[in-house]
């Protein structure tokens, strides 16, 4: 299966994704091999950082599976009511897949009968994180730093390579200022 080299997800959509692979028994061995895949490429961003031409949660896009025509559809967590054939969940392999990639960028995925399609982000047609910028530009700008577009996107550590005891020995010893109050719950 080809890989991706990275997707970037807001701190929220990573959030969401962690909490699906957690909580959630994953029966479907696709679906479960992409879902590990984008979490272990992601470059996590605060929603003030990621780019307005990348798929986020409840953004509109406009994608060509293979070479078919664009369909347009909203990347959604999960089925909501009245919007039947407008939405995409992630809990779908095809909505799972777009998230996180930017205009221009494909993924390719496994399809039930085994063979592979290619899903291409074509046009990120709204975006929920970038009309939130937008807004705050025309209502006159946001407090400083807040609005970073461009910074630098966070990347997830899994685990230390010290022993626990060391790092936390190190936390403790930077935050360390001698005073020894035990504050008011002492009382």
């Not at 400083?144 to 910074?151: E, T, W």
């Amino acid at each position: 299966m080809p890989t991706i080299d990275s997707c970037q997800l807001t701190t929220k959509d990573y959030t969401i994704l962690e909490v699906i692979r957690e909580r959630h028994p994953i029966r479907d061995e696709i679906f479960s091999s992409i879902l590990q895949r984008k979490i272990s490429s992601a470059v996590v961003m605060f929603r003030e950082d990621i780019p307005a031409n990348v798929v986020t949660l409840s953004s509109r896009v406009a994608y060509r599976v293979n070479d078919g025509p664009a369909e347009t559809r909203i990347v959604a967590h999960d089925h909501m009511r009245g919007l039947v054939g407008m939405l995409l969940p992630i809990t779908n392999a095809r909505g799972l897949a777009l998230l996180g990639l930017a205009e221009g960028q494909s993924m390719s995925i496994p399809t039930a009968d085994g063979s592979l399609e290619t899903l291409t982000v074509h046009e990120v047609v709204y975006q929920p994180e970038a009309a939130r910028r937008q807004r705050l530009k025309l209502a006159g700008g946001a407090a400083p730093g807040s609005y970073r577009l461009g910074g630098p996107g966070l990347r997830v550590v899994h685990r230390s390579e010290e022993p626990h005891d060391e790092a936390q020995n190190k936390l403790a010893a930077a935050f360390d200022t001698g005073f020894d109050d035990p504050g008011p719950s002492a009382a």
